[in-house]
């Protein structure tokens, strides 16, 4: 796992999870130097991460200030991108007919994230008609929300408190990398 994260963020907000998935050896934190340039930047710093190793099959992208985006949503991309029977270019969470982080980008589209600019996401690739991929359909819209503003953190925060969840972070970016 990799944690984009904005210049000057500690990242002391990461969950324990996380900290020992860098002392494992399997997670590090990326900084994006010029994250205020747009989402752009930060999900090109995640991928030239994900590729110092070398360059990976897929990486998924997640948004870490959505808080509900769990594994069994991931697990449903995976498998779907996975088993495709010809093949596809990504696989995108569904909710009221937009295209939603995550999303799991295949190789074939690397090069089209490296020419995003501003606070373009990769929302804009997926309508272009050289990439095919699928859209899960996933109706619970708590999954979607972010906290952009402190009135979406304190919305959040409710529903945490509602349904007994004890703890929520934030990031910027978090970038998956996989072979297939």
Not at 22 to 38: I, Q
Not at 141 to 154: I, Q, S
Request: aromatic share 8%; with cysteine; net charge negative.
């Amino acid at each position: 796992m990799i944690v984009v994260t904005r210049w000057g963020d500690a990242g002391d907000w990461s969950p324990e999870s996380f900290t020992r998935a860098v002392k494992d050896g399997r997670g590090f934190r990326t900084v994006c130097a010029d994250a205020e340039l747009g989402m752009s930047r930060s999900l090109q710093c995640g991928l030239r991460a994900a590729e110092a190793g070398g360059r990976p099959d897929a990486v998924m992208v997640l948004l870490g200030d959505q808080p509900f985006v769990g594994k069994e949503l991931i697990s449903r991309l995976v498998h779907a991108f996975r088993t495709a029977e010809d093949g596809c270019d990504y696989c995108a969470a569904l909710h009221r007919a937009v295209p939603r982080p995550p999303v799991l980008l295949a190789r074939t589209m690397f090069d089209a994230v490296k020419g995003l600019d501003g606070d373009e996401g990769a929302r804009s690739l997926l309508r272009l008609k050289e990439y095919r991929g699928m859209l899960l359909e996933d109706t619970a819209p708590e999954r979607f929300w972010d906290a952009d503003t402190p009135e979406n953190a304190e919305e959040i925060r409710v529903f945490f408190s509602k349904v007994h969840v004890r703890y929520m972070y934030t990031c910027t970016t978090s970038i998956l990398k996989f072979s297939l």
